[in-house]
């Protein structure tokens, strides 16, 4: 992990340079500005870390029950992050420097036309995506992870937790935008309140759902026994063990998404019709919910399973672009302009 974090850093420097942007540390090192950056910074790491700090909640909360529920949830969340960080990071830090000229110009028109159409696109990659993993999390956990002391038991377990994170995490990356948009307008306040009221629900939630504790003698277990009860004195819990907290993280974030649009909106932040999104989003969940259904139906084709389930992903991939297609999801074809536009200019400069 530090050596490719350290790797993610130099491999930097040449674009910098190709880019004329020379990076030489000189005095003053504590500038104005470099306050300023401090001060914003502080409260924006607890807004950003909502979700990685109700991963360690929950982390917490799997150790009070059955062995091996604490593996179960990390596995199923290393398999969940791929989409998130692949997609969901990279559109994200295209989309703040783009959003905070547009907020530095007051140009709120396309402020709003970039949220929006990053939102779009979130719904078009995430959901299906969601879907797929849903579908498939038992063969992609068995070919990644079944193997030594990982037992059968372990995959199915990993499986359940992979099933529940999926259901939410189309939430976690519209929230995550959301984020983006406060932080364009140098507002890290916002953030960080709810990131805590995010933290606060998952924790609420995972309390709700997971069972009664059987809490050993120890301080924090003891309090999360005591807030557990005082949730069940009001209504009857769940007792989903280490399902109920991948669906606890995941549902506070589709939650808070609604809310986060709310505060931009009371704050003027962001003042655009969220129609396209909407659209979009309703279509993809059609043909999502089309192509879960026909997945369900596939058979293994293969004595292999890793083959089977690349050729079960092909065969979903088809159908949901068909899907795609038929319903006249914009998003499909304005992919394909994008992608043939780049193809085009990459052969011109050749």
């Given at each position: 992990?530090?050596?490719?974090?350290?790797?993610?850093?130099?491999?930097?420097?040449?674009?910098?340079?190709?880019?004329?942007?020379?990076?030489?540390?000189?005095?003053?090192?504590?500038?104005?500005?470099?306050r300023q950056i401090l001060l914003l910074m502080l409260p924006a790491i607890?807004?950003?870390?909502?979700?990685?700090?109700?991963?360690?909640?929950?982390?917490?909360?799997?150790?009070?029950?059955?062995?091996?529920?604490?593996?179960?949830?990390?596995?199923?969340?290393?398999?969940?992050?791929?989409?998130?960080?692949?997609?969901?990071?990279?559109?994200?830090?295209?989309?703040?420097?783009?959003?905070?000229?547009?907020?530095?110009?007051?140009?709120?028109?396309?402020?709003?036309?970039?949220?929006?159409?990053?939102?779009?696109?979130?719904?078009?990659?995430?959901?299906?995506?969601?879907?797929?993993?849903?579908?498939?999390?038992?063969?992609?956990?068995?070919?990644?992870?079944?193997?030594?002391?990982?037992?059968?038991?372990?995959?199915?377990?990993?499986?359940?937790?992979?099933?529940?994170?999926?259901?939410?995490?189309?939430?976690?990356?519209?929230?995550?935008?959301?984020?983006?948009?406060?932080?364009?307008?140098?507002?890290?306040?916002?953030?960080?309140?709810?990131?805590?009221?995010?933290?606060?629900?998952?924790?609420?939630?995972?309390?709700?759902?997971?069972?009664?504790?059987?809490?050993?003698?120890?301080?924090?277990?003891?309090?999360?026994?005591?807030?557990?009860?005082?949730?069940?004195?009001?209504?009857?819990?769940?007792?989903?063990?280490?399902?109920?907290?991948?669906?606890?993280?995941?549902?506070?974030?589709?939650?808070?998404?609604?809310?986060?649009?709310?505060?931009?909106?009371?704050?003027?932040?962001?003042?655009?019709?969220?129609?396209?999104?909407?659209?979009?989003?309703?279509?993809?969940?059609?043909?999502?919910?089309?192509?879960?259904?026909?997945?369900?139906?596939?058979?293994?084709?293969?004595?292999?399973?890793?083959?089977?389930?690349?050729?079960?992903?092909?065969?979903?991939?088809?159908?949901?672009?068909?899907?795609?297609?038929?319903?006249?999801?914009?998003?499909?074809?304005?992919?394909?302009?994008?992608?043939?536009?780049?193809?085009?200019?990459?052969?011109?400069?050749?």
């Amino acid at each position: 992990v530090l050596v490719g974090g350290l790797v993610q850093v130099l491999i930097q420097f040449p674009f910098l340079r190709k880019a004329s942007l020379q990076l030489h540390p000189r005095p003053p090192f504590l500038t104005h500005e470099t306050r300023q950056i401090l001060l914003l910074m502080l409260p924006a790491i607890v807004g950003a870390a909502a979700y990685q700090i109700s991963v360690l909640v929950n982390t917490i909360l799997a150790s009070l029950l059955e062995r091996g529920a604490v593996s179960w949830l990390f596995f199923a969340d290393r398999v969940s992050q791929l989409p998130i960080g692949i997609f969901t990071v990279s559109l994200g830090s295209v989309l703040l420097p783009a959003l905070s000229r547009s907020a530095a110009r007051a140009d709120d028109a396309s402020f709003g036309r970039d949220t929006v159409n990053s939102l779009r696109f979130t719904s078009f990659i995430m959901l299906p995506l969601a879907g797929y993993l849903f579908v498939f999390s038992e063969p992609i956990v068995i070919t990644l992870f079944q193997r030594g002391n990982f037992s059968e038991t372990d995959a199915r377990m990993t499986a359940l937790a992979l099933q529940a994170i999926s259901i939410g995490i189309w939430g976690v990356a519209c929230n995550y935008l959301c984020m983006r948009c406060f932080l364009a307008h140098k507002n890290t306040l916002m953030p960080m309140i709810l990131g805590c009221l995010n933290v606060s629900l998952t924790l609420l939630l995972a309390l709700f759902m997971m069972g009664p504790i059987d809490a050993p003698a120890s301080s924090i277990a003891l309090a999360l026994k005591a807030l557990q009860d005082s949730i069940y004195s009001l209504h009857a819990g769940m007792n989903l063990g280490h399902v109920g907290l991948a669906l606890s993280s995941g549902i506070s974030s589709t939650i808070m998404f609604p809310i986060a649009v709310a505060a931009l909106r009371a704050r003027r932040l962001f003042d655009y019709s969220l129609q396209p999104f909407l659209v979009t989003s309703g279509k993809t969940v059609v043909a999502t919910g089309i192509v879960m259904t026909c997945a369900f139906q596939l058979g293994h084709f293969f004595n292999n399973l890793l083959l089977s389930l690349v050729f079960n992903s092909f065969v979903s991939l088809t159908i949901f672009l068909l899907t795609a297609k038929i319903l006249k999801l914009n998003e499909l074809e304005e992919t394909i302009a994008m992608v043939l536009r780049k193809y085009k200019g990459g052969q011109t400069s050749h």
